[in-house]
T-cell receptor, first 114, second 113 residues
Framework: AQSVTQLGSHVSVSEGALVLLRCNYS??????LFWYVQYPNQGLQLLLK??????LVKGINGFEAEFKKSETSFHLTKPSAHMSDAAEYFC????????????FGTGTSLTVIP | NAGVMQNPRHLVRRRGQEARLRCSPM?????VYWYRQLPEEGLKFMVY????????ESGMPKERFSAEFPKEGPSILRIQQVVRGDSAAYFC???????????FGDGTRLSIL
């Protein structure tokens, strides 16, 4: 069975501070992993994806994530938070030959304090 | 390039009525997915469709809910005899193929009076 766990439903950081959003997955086969961001009253936008190439993945808006198989983790980071980063972030895993079903975490709400 | 288009953005129905949610995938995308998002929760997969075929409906409630993706026109998520518990945001996503990133619409927010 596949699943995603996001530790911390709410994270607050000061503007300019490091952003770290945690994601752990469970999968019996090599997964495809994704991070999405959702702004209020909008759909999800893809931040970055891991598809078994480089383990350190760079995405948009200065975000990056590192795939660590030994820890079954895919944490999202950004060196310096900006006010515009305040949003809901979702980690997702896609597995299997069909890869049709995405399993989403319950999300982490990021607040950036000026 | 138009993204995934969902309409209406907001839909209000009374208990017992029918709700129809529409989704036009991105150009060139033949895979469509529907998700439901409840307040303070993540997205829950409902159904995966390709043109004229339901591939995976393991997340769909057994009753009152149905989905289609006809050869021509948008994908439709249909909820019959709506109840208060159906109030949620319903998101559609599309992708060009398997294990490819899914591109999301802005959702339809369904409110049941």
């Amino acid at each position: 069975a596949q699943s995603v766990t996001q530790l911390g439903s709410h994270v607050s950081v000061s503007e300019g501070a490091l952003v770290l959003l945690r994601c752990n997955y469970s999968s019996s086969v090599p997964p495809y992993l994704f991070w999405y961001v959702q702004y209020p009253n909008q759909g999800l936008q893809l931040l970055l994806k891991y598809t078994s190439a480089a383990t350190l993945v760079k995405g948009i808006n200065g975000f990056e994530a590192e795939f660590k198989k030994s820890e079954t983790s895919f944490h999202l980071t950004k060196p310096s938070a900006h006010m515009s980063d305040a949003a809901e972030y979702f980690c997702a895993v896609s597995v299997g030959a069909t890869g049709n079903q995405f399993y989403f975490g319950t999300g982490t709400s990021l607040t950036v304090i000026p | 390039n138009a993204g995934v288009m969902q309409n209406p953005r907001h839909l209000v129905r009374r208990r017992g009525q029918e709700a129809r949610l529409r989704c036009s995938p991105m150009k060139g995308h033949s895979h469509v997915y529907w998700y439901r998002q409840l307040p303070e929760e993540g997205l829950k997969f409902m159904v995966y469709l390709q043109k004229e075929n339901i591939i995976d409906e393991s997340g769909m409630p057994k009753e009152r809910f149905s989905a289609e993706f006809p050869k021509e026109g948008p994908s439709i998520l249909r909820i019959q005899q709506v109840v208060r518990g159906d109030s949620a945001a319903y998101f559609c996503a599309s992708s060009p193929g398997q294990n490819q990133p899914q591109h999301f619409g802005d959702g339809t927010r369904l409110s049941i009076l």
